[in-house]
């Protein structure tokens, strides 16, 4: 039980990490917070897997397989970079209870193993790397509150409104006093704190509508994807800026150091591929599989006609062939051959005859 307070706003109440117990053991609301995270990610994945081209059979694969490879990799990278902790066996290094995980090691691991399982069953890695970014949003917005609950992953002391106070942190900031002086300067024990847990939470749930809208107005696969990196970065370098218990090697906060190269790629890369999108005056060049003609016609969304005869793209994909610089419905109206008119009098014609 934790005794939590914000003086500025006048609140104060008490949390306990432990939800519930079953036999004697214990369940934490982190762990419930980061299941119910993504148990909504993989629905969203699921919904919107068509959108993005992906065989939902192959996407269970990827999320199961990606799941083992981010809590592995989020284990691994905190046991390499804390230097407070340190493993016997491979018991205690499966112990996600006893010690932590880190999220860059997590994200990672997720990619690396889902990497290898979309060469291994013939997915789409870009198509589902888009796919899977606002889970990832979802999942990381939801998962802070659970630290919270712990008290844990807080700043330095501040003086805004929304400071937060707990005798848990007090006792963190008395156990670590000589570390944290050396890192930030004076930290009081009896001050409020930044809640870094609480910026990010929000900073994700902003993002969930940021990539919401470019979802639509996507050019090419990958694309949501690196806005997810550009935007985590972001908002992660300046919360690492704050925490009292970053991970360092040497004087570097390594989380902080990765998310910012993690950003800086996506943004050169964005930048760059939009640029070759624009000069290549191609509609067709570099769009995303979901909305090619293959896909439309292997997924029955558009049926096979004659060259000459326009057809109605589905909502998505006409929204995105409106946003070319020349659409192809634009196209499709070029190319149709124009007819002639007849030498005589065209009064003669019938009325009812629509003349090209």
């Given at each position: 039980?934790?005794h939590?307070s914000?003086?500025?706003?006048g609140l104060?109440f008490?949390?306990?990490?432990?939800?519930?117990?079953?036999?004697?053991?214990?369940?934490?609301?982190?762990?419930i917070?980061?299941?119910i995270g993504?148990?909504i990610?993989?629905?969203?994945g699921q919904?919107?897997a068509?959108?993005?081209?992906?065989?939902e059979?192959?996407?269970y694969?990827?999320?199961?397989w990606?799941?083992i490879?981010?809590?592995?990799?989020?284990?691994?990278?905190?046991?390499?970079?804390?230097?407070d902790?340190?493993?016997?066996?491979?018991?205690?290094?499966l112990?996600?209870?006893?010690?932590?995980?880190?999220?860059?090691?997590i994200?990672?691991?997720?990619?690396?193993t889902?990497?290898i399982?979309?060469?291994?069953n013939?997915?789409?890695?870009?198509?589902?790397?888009?796919?899977?970014?606002?889970?990832?949003?979802?999942?990381?917005?939801?998962?802070?509150?659970g630290?919270?609950?712990?008290?844990?992953l807080?700043?330095?002391?501040?003086?805004?409104?929304?400071?937060?106070?707990?005798?848990?942190?007090?006792?963190?900031?008395?156990?670590?006093g000589?570390?944290l002086?050396?890192?930030?300067?004076?930290?009081?024990?009896?001050?409020?704190?930044?809640?870094?847990?609480?910026?990010?939470?929000?900073?994700?749930?902003?993002?969930?509508?940021?990539?919401?809208?470019?979802?639509?107005?996507?050019?090419?696969?990958?694309?949501?994807?690196?806005?997810?990196?550009?935007?985590?970065?972001?908002?992660?370098?300046?919360?690492e800026?704050?925490?009292?218990?970053?991970?360092?090697?040497?004087?570097?906060?390594?989380?902080?150091?990765?998310?910012?190269?993690?950003?800086?790629?996506?943004?050169?890369?964005?930048?760059?591929?939009?640029?070759?999108?624009?000069?290549?005056?191609?509609?067709?060049?570099?769009?995303?599989?979901?909305?090619?003609?293959?896909?439309?016609?292997?997924t029955?969304?558009i049926t096979?006609?004659?060259?000459?005869?326009?057809?109605?793209l589905?909502?998505?994909?006409?929204e995105?062939?409106?946003?070319?610089?020349?659409?192809e419905?634009?196209e499709?109206?070029a190319?149709?051959?124009?007819?002639?008119a007849?030498?005589?009098?065209?009064?003669?014609?019938?009325?009812?005859?629509?003349?090209t």
């Amino acid at each position: 039980m934790s005794h939590v307070s914000f003086p500025g706003l006048g609140l104060e109440f008490d949390i306990n990490r432990v939800a519930f117990s079953i036999g004697g053991f214990e369940i934490y609301w982190y762990g419930i917070l980061i299941a119910i995270g993504m148990f909504i990610g993989v629905i969203l994945g699921q919904k919107n897997a068509k959108r993005f081209g992906i065989d939902e059979d192959k996407l269970y694969d990827v999320i199961i397989w990606g799941a083992i490879g981010a809590i592995l990799g989020g284990r691994t990278f905190y046991v390499l970079f804390a230097d407070d902790y340190e493993v016997r066996n491979i018991w205690e290094f499966l112990n996600l209870r006893e010690g932590g995980t880190a999220f860059y090691g997590i994200l990672t691991g997720a990619l690396l193993t889902s990497f290898i399982v979309c060469r291994i069953n013939k997915t789409r890695y870009l198509c589902l790397l888009d796919n899977l970014a606002l889970g990832f949003l979802v999942g990381q917005g939801l998962g802070r509150w659970g630290n919270f609950f712990n008290q844990e992953l807080f700043g330095t002391n501040t003086d805004l409104p929304w400071g937060m106070y707990s005798d848990t942190i007090a006792r963190y900031i008395s156990r670590e006093g000589e570390r944290l002086f050396n890192e930030h300067g004076i930290v009081l024990t009896d001050g409020p704190v930044h809640p870094t847990f609480l910026y990010e939470s929000i900073w994700c749930v902003i993002g969930i509508f940021v990539i919401s809208y470019f979802i639509r107005r996507r050019q090419f696969d990958g694309e949501i994807g690196l806005r997810y990196l550009l935007w985590n970065g972001i908002g992660r370098a300046f919360c690492e800026s704050l925490r009292t218990d970053a991970l360092f090697v040497g004087n570097v906060r390594i989380s902080q150091a990765i998310c910012i190269t993690y950003a800086t790629v996506a943004a050169i890369a964005l930048v760059i591929i939009k640029s070759k999108i624009k000069n290549s005056n191609d509609p067709d060049y570099l769009k995303p599989y979901a909305m090619t003609r293959e896909y439309l016609l292997a997924t029955g969304q558009i049926t096979e006609e004659p060259a000459d005869v326009p057809q109605e793209l589905p909502e998505e994909a006409a929204e995105a062939a409106d946003a070319e610089p020349v659409s192809e419905a634009a196209e499709a109206v070029a190319d149709f051959p124009a007819e002639e008119a007849p030498a005589e009098d065209v009064s003669a014609q019938d009325d009812t005859e629509e003349i090209t």
